[in-house]
């Protein structure tokens, strides 16, 4: 204890931008070379024992911070883990009469010819719905790819579709850019 006294004497007095103590020897002034008077600084009647119990909170933050981010890691997994691939679904054990088949036979064709049908890169189907004479789908293309990612242009198509998943036509329903959420709230 009389060690961290010690240490926390020969310390510098300034704070950093992120309110911490400086870590630099202190000069006989109190400060390092890089601060001076005119900085804020630790007072003197904080004691290395508060400064320890500090220390501890700032681990015990971190470590609640780590954990968090752990749970959410397993909480992903299991998600991922639950989530249905369309690939994996055996279509053979369900009637044909049965709709989801006939969904995830539109959602393969629309992810496979819906790049080169519009000519810009595929990025997602976002809607697909019978309709009298067929399927109707909405998908999302990157119109314009920019760095960062999210001022990527994306725009919305409407796919039609007849009763045997042959395109019959598409037009674009809007444009946005990828992070711009507040048009579908």
Not at 67 to 85: G, I, K, L, Y
């Amino acid at each position: 204890m009389a060690e961290a006294e010690t240490n926390t004497a020969d310390q510098c007095r300034a704070k950093t931008g992120d309110g911490e103590r400086c870590s630099r020897p202190a000069q006989d002034d109190g400060f390092c070379y890089q601060h001076d008077e005119s900085d804020p600084t630790v007072s003197d009647s904080q004691s290395a024992d508060e400064q320890e119990q500090e220390d501890q909170d700032d681990d015990q933050d971190q470590a609640e911070a780590e954990n968090e981010e752990q749970e959410d890691v397993q909480s992903a997994e299991m998600a991922d883990e639950e989530a249905t691939d369309p690939e994996d679904v055996d279509t053979g054990d369900v009637d044909e009469g049965d709709q989801i088949a006939g969904v995830l036979a539109i959602r393969k064709t629309v992810q496979s010819t819906a790049g080169k049908l519009i000519g810009h890169e595929f990025d997602g189907v976002s809607e697909i719905s019978p309709m009298d004479e067929g399927w109707r789908a909405v998908v999302e293309v990157i119109e314009r790819s920019a760095v960062p990612d999210t001022q990527d242009i994306i725009g919305r198509y409407e796919i039609e579709l007849d009763e045997d998943g042959v395109v019959q036509g598409y037009r674009r329903l809007g444009r946005y850019r990828r992070g711009d959420t507040k048009v579908f709230e």
